[in-house]
């Protein structure tokens, strides 16, 4: 069962590409946060759609929201993918797809991990959710669309 607008989001806590554990309660009455699940650190999709936030960070930040991404690599893979692509926000490692099965993000084809992003409120509830597999800027500009509509 897949989360949906209008559903609050599960608290959870994983560790980000420095180690430190993050927990989506720490945002929680202080932020809207764009969470975005991607199938794998340094392919090219992947790559081109953690570019295009990091190219957009700033109008996000400036929205007053934050930009997380979570995939099921190390947190060395992360580390050395945010640092090869400048990535300015946390990536968050879910060894296991915990999260992912928490939220209820649909594999591509059974076997890839699916690329879904949230928009959460600053209340924890999620205001929008995009899936799609190869319209890598297209989650990007939906996220900032539903973000500012929430200033």
């Not at 609050?8 to 975005?36: A, E, H, W």
């Not at 991404?69 to 992360?78: E, F, K, L, R, Y």
């Not at 797809?97 to 928009?119: A, D, E, M, Q, W």
């Amino acid at each position: 069962m897949s989360l949906n607008v209008g559903d609050s989001v599960p608290n959870f806590t994983l560790p980000s590409q420095t180690g430190q554990p993050v927990s989506i309660q720490d945002f929680r009455g202080k932020k809207p946060v764009v969470l975005y699940f991607y199938p794998k650190d340094d392919t090219p999709g992947c790559t081109k759609e953690s570019c295009a936030f990091r190219d957009r960070y700033e109008t996000f930040t400036d929205a007053g929201a934050e930009v997380i991404g979570i995939s099921g690599d190390s947190v060395s893979s992360h580390a050395e993918f945010a640092k090869k692509y400048n990535l300015p926000f946390t990536l968050l490692s879910d060894n296991g797809n915990y999260v992912r099965k928490l939220f209820g993000v649909p594999s591509t084809l059974g076997f890839l991990p699916g690329r879904v992003t949230y928009i959460i409120d600053k209340e924890g509830t999620i205001r929008h959710v995009f899936n799609s597999q190869l319209n890598f800027n297209g989650h990007v500009s939906e996220s900032l669309k539903t973000i500012q509509s929430l200033a």
